[in-house]
């Protein structure tokens, strides 16, 4: 099979911030280390070195993750929480209303809130740096995966590189490795092996995929990223509410909550939406770039909420087998999906828009 340039692969994937390969295995505390040394100075009110602070935003977690404003974010946040004179500032931040969904801060008080966290055991989470097993991480997660595909599983499973920082609570897949929030891992080191294992399914589907096809046609892309995050989000996730309620305990906004749960809430009409903006652009009622822009950004969450509830209905009508036999296949996964459908009280495919699915996947591909 051969793989398209990764520049373009790149391109398609940031478009969900999804996950692509990350070959080898690796922790690094690199960003976390710095950052601890930063609030310890802080803490006992020293001044922290202009070269000291871009020396924290040029290690990988930072520099792969963040862009200036964000970087500006780190910096006011550590200040306002760890310097003991600024806390008449943190307190009004941590005062102000904490549910707009266009504040321009929103991202600075899911940052604060994160800190003041972390400062709340900050010993013991230096202590855990230290003396927490990373090791039997990958142990943990690689199970878990071969325990999820269908045996024998080949040795294009592989563990990926895994950075730490101190941001929002989080994880990223950033092609090359995942980034992990450390305060994240601290707090819920099970869930996070199994986030590992999620992406790890990511990065071991891709070398099934056939690439060429999916990242020449928009729609494809949104229906190969449906299908990877719906089966991988199987591996992390007991079910669509608690998914949902995560978010909130991983204290964002409650509005993210309801955001997640109305996606889930809409999915029929979601899916039904992909199919007329399809026709539309078909039929020349919707131009390219309108099409590709509207599809993109059609489905909430990085398309999680629709996708994994498609999953667990695979699972409740006994498809899993299926699923899994044909699990790097956008078709098959949308000819699956219409097969329960109906059953479910679910939008179902017209016969056009499958047959349009079928002719771009047999479309001739540009000679090599
Ligand atoms: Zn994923």
């Known amino acids: 099979m051969t793989k398209i340039t990764f520049a373009v692969i790149a391109a398609a994937a940031m478009l969900f911030a999804s996950c692509t390969k990350a070959p080898t295995t690796n922790f690094s505390f690199e960003s976390s280390d710095l950052f601890f040394e930063i609030a310890d100075s802080l803490s006992q009110n020293q ?55 266009d504040d321009v801060d929103l991202k600075m008080k899911i940052l604060v809130r994160n800190y003041v966290n972390l400062q709340s055991h900050f010993d013991d989470a230096k202590k855990f740096r230290t003396s927490y097993d990373f090791g039997k991480v990958k142990t943990a997660a690689t199970k878990i995966v071969h325990d999820f595909l269908p045996s024998p599983v080949d040795s294009l499973l592989t563990f990926p590189n895994i950075e730490f920082f101190c941001y929002a609570r989080d994880a990223s897949n950033c092609g090359s490795c995942i980034i992990f929030d450390f305060n994240y891992f601290y707090l819920y080191p099970q869930g996070c092996i199994e986030s590992m294992a999620h992406e790890m399914f990511h990065n071991y589907r891709y070398n099934f995929t056939n690439d060429d096809i999916i990242y020449s ?126 059953s479910e009280g679910l939008y179902v495919f017209s016969d056009r828009f499958v047959s349009h699915i079928e002719q771009l996947f047999t479309k001739p591909q540009p000679a090599e």
């Open 47 to 101: 001044k922290v070195a202009e070269e000291t602070w871009a020396r924290l935003f040029d290690t990988k977690g930072y520099k792969t993750l963040c862009d200036d404003d964000e970087m500006n974010d780190v910096r006011r946040a550590a200040e306002l929480v760890f310097a003991p004179n600024k806390k008449a500032e943190l307190d009004s931040i941590l005062k102000a209303p904490y549910d707009s969904d």
């Open 217 to 342: 046609e928009p729609l494809l892309i949104v229906l190969d990223h449906l299908q990877d995050e719906g089966i991988a989000d199987l591996i992390n996730k007991k079910s669509s509410e608690s998914a949902a309620k995560k978010l909130t305990e991983l204290e964002y906004p409650e509005l993210y909550e309801q955001k997640y749960l109305k996606a889930l809430n809409n999915s029929s009409e979601l899916l039904a939406e992909l199919e007329s903006l399809t026709f539309q652009n078909l039929d020349g009622e919707l131009s390219d770039d309108d099409y590709k822009k509207q599809i993109y950004n059609l489905f909430p969450f990085k398309g999680h909420p629709v996708a994994y509830k498609i999953t667990q209905l695979f699972i409740k009508h006994g498809l899993r087998d299926q699923m899994m036999e044909t699990f790097d296949n956008p078709l098959e996964f949308i000819k699956l999906y219409n097969s329960i459908a109906e």
